[in-house]
């Protein structure tokens, strides 16, 4: 896994941008990083590891193609395979795994209907 100790992150990217703590928490909420703390102090927290819980790789290629953020959610019942060298960006995915260079496997959230939902929908 990848990983970076905040002080170093921090100094990186203070040139770039003043937003460093804020875009961290929303990765973490998106499962993309971790890192213990509810939040980042500058000076407090330099030595505080950040980990990617993703491939650098999967999370640069996905947003390139889709302009959004990569799933990672845990749920999922159903997964499938599509082999193709173009990303697309579904609601309804919660999760993208790449397994070969043009092979993308997708999670999904299937919600099968008991008989009696069925039943009452027929009814109306």
Known sequence: ???????????????????????????????????????????KDDNVVITLLRRNRDIQVYFTHTKQLLPNEENGNMCFDIKSPRRAHFNWVTNVEEVE????????????????????????
């Not at 170093?8 to 993309?32: D, P, W």
């Not at 260079?101 to 109306?124: K, S």
Request: net charge negative; hydrophobic share 35%; proline share 1%.
């Open 1 to 43: 896994r990848e990983y970076i100790r905040f002080g170093e992150l921090f100094k990186v990217n203070e040139k770039i941008s003043n937003k460093c703590v804020g875009i961290l928490q929303r990765a973490r909420k998106h499962r993309l990083l971790h890192f213990s703390g509810e939040t980042l102090w500058q000076g």
């Open 101 to 124: 260079e043009d092979t993308l496997i997708y999670h999904a959230q299937l919600n099968i209907p008991e008989i009696e939902e069925l039943c009452e929908v027929y009814e109306d």
